[in-house]
């Protein structure tokens, strides 16, 4: 049984996978060293790999090395070709999913949507390069940005109807965020097939279930898309060794 782990912006990802290669997530929540510890402990644990979008941690960092996992790295050998001209700065998470979304539908072409703090655009080429992508902010990114930045415009969420034109302010800000986020997705879609006309779309992160792009395009929703590219990455790496 492997460990896997995806620290995000807010929050983290526990999950397991077995000899029959079932994924089981264990745990989801704020990084609490004390509560990966209790989920984790009495498994029969034998490595695993983690990433993440920020330094964990000494002590986070330490107890998952005790258990014999590796950070993903832009050093780590992976079953994709990376195209991207700094792929040290490019985010561990982001070519997780890539690689995740690629051993699920080798040999097509592939954008990963990820909607999360940030919403990432990523594309993988049929013939398995991943060649970039593009970041925007998130729903709560704009959310706080519109009241942070201006002098009335109150703080609002993502609790309550999302008109197609707000009646009153605080539709008018959940409307101009979320539908306009979802006009993002369309737009990046529609352009990219005509590129790649038989485009393959997966949906992924934790605010991906308001932006409904079924129908669009061949879309895949895929809530644990990192954890399963982290898995691919770990196998690669055990064949190489072999």
């Not at 061949?218 to 790496?237: E, K, W, Y």
Request: hydrophobic content about 40%; charged content about 20%; overall charge negative.
């Amino acid at each position: 049984m492997i460990l896997l782990a995806d620290f995000g912006n807010t929050r983290v990802k526990v999950a397991v996978r077995g000899k029959d290669d079932s994924l089981k997530l264990i745990y989801s929540g704020p990084v609490d060293l004390d509560r990966m510890k209790r989920v984790v402990a009495g498994l029969p644990v034998d490595g695993g790999m983690w990433c993440s979008v920020r330094e964990p941690d000494y002590l986070v960092r330490e107890w998952m090395e005790s258990l014999g996992m590796t950070q993903f790295t832009a050093s780590t050998p992976i079953p994709i070709r990376n195209d991207y001209s700094s792929p040290r700065t490019l985010g561990m998470d982001r070519l997780a999913a890539a690689v995740g979304a690629w051993s699920m539908q080798p040999g097509n072409d592939i954008l990963v949507v990820d909607a999360g703090t940030a919403v990432t655009f990523d594309l993988v080429s049929a013939d398995g390069a991943y060649k970039g992508g593009n970041i925007a902010p998130g729903i709560e990114l704009r959310f706080k940005a519109l009241h942070e930045h201006t002098g009335a415009l109150p703080l609002v969420s993502t609790e309550g109807e999302t008109p197609l034109f707000g009646t009153d302010t605080a539709t008018a800000i959940r409307s101009g965020v979320v539908n306009g986020i979802r006009h993002e997705l369309y737009g990046f879609i529609t352009r990219l097939s005509s590129t790649y006309p038989s485009l393959l779309v997966f949906l992924t992160g934790g605010d991906a279930g308001f932006f409904d792009i079924i129908g669009k395009s061949t879309t895949f929703a895929v809530p644990d898309l990192v954890l399963r590219g982290l898995a691919r990455v770990v196998d690669f790496n055990e064949k190489q060794i072999i």
